[in-house]
């Protein structure tokens, strides 16, 4: 077994990160399998060397140790280029010119079905050669599915909340995840979710153990995988921690990073014990 911890590091390591951090630890050392650390710092504007500094230390902190060097995805960004080129090359994808203001007053016009915050298909008519600087790519998801043979991929969850087997159908891609952007507007760094899947299969990723936020990311990302010719890990999305009145924690939540509880005395095993671990 292998499992990882991938922060982004543009804020503190909070309550929430630290119980993924010991789930994925634990479980890959109680099978006798390794735990990497990764960076997912691709947001680089917003990503930053003392957070990447404090994330280690803290974690180093908890008792947790690692398998080999901490992988930076800034570091290595254009070799997620050559994934995107292989998309492009089985044509699924088209330029988006399309601010979010511009989606929005898209989606505000009467449509037929449920209304789901999916892009309307604007830029849709589009091919590659008309591309111009500033553009975002999506992908073309109809083209996508059309060229799988037969059933859609499937994958297999181990979180109690959602454990199964799962069989993505043209329907769920449709209604649930649309035309992604694969590479941002401006920037031609590709899309948070589309490197960190990349890098679970190059890292050797068994299992995939995060929080039960992005378990809507699963399907796009086995879509994806399946596309670019590479295995599908195993997910398991656990129960977020959220505060006193339900709400989930998030890094603006400085009150409850690790450091603040670290100031104010607390041990590993305290903190193991807030999260109920």
Known sequence: MRTRFAPSPTGPLHLG?????????????AAGGQFLLRMEDTDLQRSKPEWDAQIIDDLTWLGLTWDGPVLRQSQQLRSYDV?????????????????????????AAPQEGVAHELYPGTCKHREMTSRQPGDALRLHLDRALDLFQGPLPQF???????????????????????????SRKGEDII?????SAIDDIRQGISHVVRGEDLFDF??????????????????HHHALIRDENGKRLAKRDDARAISKYREDGATPQDIRALVGL
């Not at 119980?19 to 634990?26: E, G």
């Open 156 to 182: 297999v969850e181990t979180g109690a909340a959602f454990a199964g087997t799962y069989k993505i159908t043209r329907d769920q891609g449709f209604s649930q995840i649309g035309d992604v952007v694969l």
């Open 191 to 195: 899309a948070y979710f589309l490197a």
């Open 83 to 107: 994934e995107l080129n292989k998309l492009d090359d089985l044509g699924l994808l088209y330029p988006c010119s399309c601010s979010r203001a511009d989606i929005r007053a898209a989606l």
């Open 17 to 29: 990160h630290a119980y993924s951090a010991i789930a994925a630890h634990d479980m890959a050392r």
């Open 218 to 235: 699963t399907q796009i990302q086995v879509i994806l995988l399946t596309l670019l010719r590479m295995e599908i890990p195993i997910y």
